[in-house]
């Protein structure tokens, strides 16, 4: 592995913990920076960034919620757990 790759793997596994609030500023930011790009590269690489922080953001909010569903699915099909089968 070279010192680059590691340093992107290492600052991968720390962006990736940040708070949710963190990767919604850095999306916000990303979309400013992107109304104001100028080439094709810029704003699909820009693009690329808000879509990857908002799905980082989005993930960190799911898991940190007590009780969250491990999928949306369980969410639509659990019964309320005042409900008892049968009555």
Partial sequence: MAV???GNAVGVAVLERRSAAYH????A???RLRAEATTAWSKEYLTD????HEQIATEIE???EPDAPATPQENETAAPSSETPGQ
């Avoid at 919604?24 to 999306?27: G, L, S, T, Y």
């Avoid at 960034?49 to 990857?52: K, P």
């Fill in 4 to 6: 680059a790759d590691f």
């Fill in 29 to 31: 930011r990303a979309r």
């Fill in 62 to 64: 799911r898991t940190s």
């Fill in 49 to 52: 960034a808000v879509v990857r």
């Fill in 24 to 27: 919604r500023a850095a999306a």
